[in-house]
């Protein structure tokens, strides 16, 4: 049963262009993630929110933002696109930091 | 791999056969979670074992830690053609959750 929903499953764009990937949770956790996964498969995190507050920012490009407007929500922003930004982009949730993650279907993002 | 490794890299196995997946990480830790990558969905866990753990259930599966040697182990028996996926091992350190490589499994018919 799905809880975490992300939107859209594909995007395809230019290098260059700005792109936002949505991500809702229904299970009312308080924590939230992004992860990357590569064409290798390997799963690299890149934030986390407890309850509206970055709380972990891995090194990653400045171009790369998260947002999150309740603690239902985490949205992630890329301001101008790279090739190597082409990965497929998963949501997680946990009810604490740390704990049982709940991944989304992910959103594979190709750049031309 | 961001602390923690799973080998081997691939596994095929015929229906009905057992296999097993190793994993070993590097520093010290409070759980250890295997996760499950079917195609085209996110990861999805299939059993936490605590550091005071050495052994844990779910079904068909069977997780080992040992946390001398930094390792764990996942065994699926009587394998299944769904159970055909990447497997994941991962770890928790400050906040954050680091997953292994992976290992790929197929179960052919």
């Known amino acids: 049963e799905t809880a975490v929903f992300q939107t859209p499953n594909y995007h395809v764009t230019q290098v260059g262009n700005e792109v936002s990937f949505n991500c809702k949770q229904t299970?009312?956790?308080?924590?939230m993630y992004w992860y990357k996964q590569d064409s290798k498969k390997l799963l690299k995190i890149m934030f986390s929110y407890n309850n509206k507050q970055l709380i972990v920012n891995e090194t990653v490009p400045r171009r790369f933002s998260p947002q999150s407007s309740d603690k239902a929500h985490l949205n992630l922003r890329i301001k101008s696109v790279e090739p190597e930004d082409s990965a497929v982009y998963l949501c997680?949730?946990?009810?604490?930091?740390?704990?049982?993650?709940?991944f989304g279907s992910g959103t594979r993002l190709t750049v031309l | 791999s961001q602390l923690a490794e799973e080998n081997p890299w691939a596994l095929s196995v015929h229906e009905g056969e057992s296999v097993t997946v190793n994993c070993s990480y590097k520093t010290s830790i409070t759980a250890l979670q295997w996760y499950r990558q079917k195609s085209g969905e996110g990861p999805a866990q299939l059993i936490l074992?605590?550091?005071?753990?050495r052994e844990k259930r779910n079904g068909r599966l069977r997780a080992t830690l040992d946390t001398s040697s930094q390792s764990s182990s996942l065994s699926i028996t009587a394998t299944r053609c769904e159970d055909t996926a990447v497997y994941f091992c991962?770890?928790?350190?400050?906040?954050?959750?680091?997953f292994g490589d992976g290992t790929q499994l197929v179960v052919k018919p």
């Open positions: 074992i605590r550091s005071n753990e």
């Open positions: 299970l009312g956790h308080d924590t």
């Open positions: 997680a949730s946990s009810y604490t930091s740390a704990e049982t993650l709940y």
């Open positions: 991962a770890r928790n350190n400050n906040n954050r959750i680091f």
